[in-house]
């Protein structure tokens, strides 16, 4: 019969699982300095500088049915409104881990690490 110590085993897994995932955080560190969800994209540049990359993407902001009004307008078609929203990239070099900020309406909505 072979035994398997699981808390070992478990914490292997979840520590292999972590390493490859996208952990989400609130603040992050520039320098010296520290920038956290809620600052405005200006001082995440001042902070940080510019990123390494920038895309923009369209999201969902939510949907309105048909018979529902829209600043006082009654809609004849289900429509959506989308917002968008700014993804910048930080490269963290090869021995560090990268960071993608989320930008949305001016303002750092999510702050991401990844390998």
Known sequence: MKLINL?????LLLST???AATVTQQ??????????????SWEVIKTCGKPDHRETV?????????GQFDDGVHVEQESARYTEVERWYYD???NRLDRILTIEG???????VQR
């Not at 808390?7 to 914490?11: D, F, G, Q, R």
């Not at 603040?27 to 405005?40: F, I, P, T, W």
């Open 7 to 11: 808390p070992c085993t478990a914490l």
């Open 17 to 19: 699982a972590a390493s």
């Open 27 to 40: 603040s992050m560190r520039c320098g010296k300095q520290l920038v956290a969800v809620g600052e405005s």
């Open 58 to 66: 369209a999201v969902i902001k939510d949907t309105i049915g048909v």
């Open 92 to 94: 963290g070099g090869s």
């Open 106 to 112: 001016g303002q750092l909505v999510d702050i991401s």
